[in-house]
């Protein structure tokens, strides 16, 4: 067993393979970008609220952006996995309430942005040196939830 040996919960440290000729094979070379760190992230709400009636409404909006980003260090399974695509996201709502009762009318991702939110291989094991996949060949990408319209209630006691 060799230092920072993920098999056994030991965190990997040094990029380098010990095993390879003279030591020269780099999984992942100085400078190279981490993963799952997009180049930027932002998001912007806005909110107004205002009498309605005898009630409190509001309308709000949100707006969620990420660049694209890698999802591993290594550069030989970034090879195998490729790279998340930048996405945007809206959020949507408006209701009403008094002080006992509340009603929200909501859509989630009204654009039904298929946003990938991770990229993953059941077992993305490239044989050192090589570059050469032993298993794994085909990545699984989780998507950020589709449109969602939904009502909300809300009753204060």
Partial sequence: MQPGDPRYGEAVTDCDD??????????????????VQPRFKGNIVGR????????????????????????DLRTAERALLGKQSAYTIVDLAAGISND?????????????ERAEVARYTECGVIQPGTGVPLCGLQPYIVTYLPRTIGVTFTKNF
């Fill in 48 to 71: 107004s609220e205002f009498p309605l009636g005898g009630f409190s409404a509001h309308v709000q909006g949100a707006i969620v952006y990420q660049d694209s980003a890698w999802t």
């Fill in 100 to 112: 006992s009762y509340g009603v929200e009318l909501f859509v989630k991702n009204a654009f039904d």
């Fill in 18 to 35: 010990p095993d390879a000729p003279d030591g020269t094979f780099v999984q992942a070379p100085i400078g190279q970008a981490l993963p």
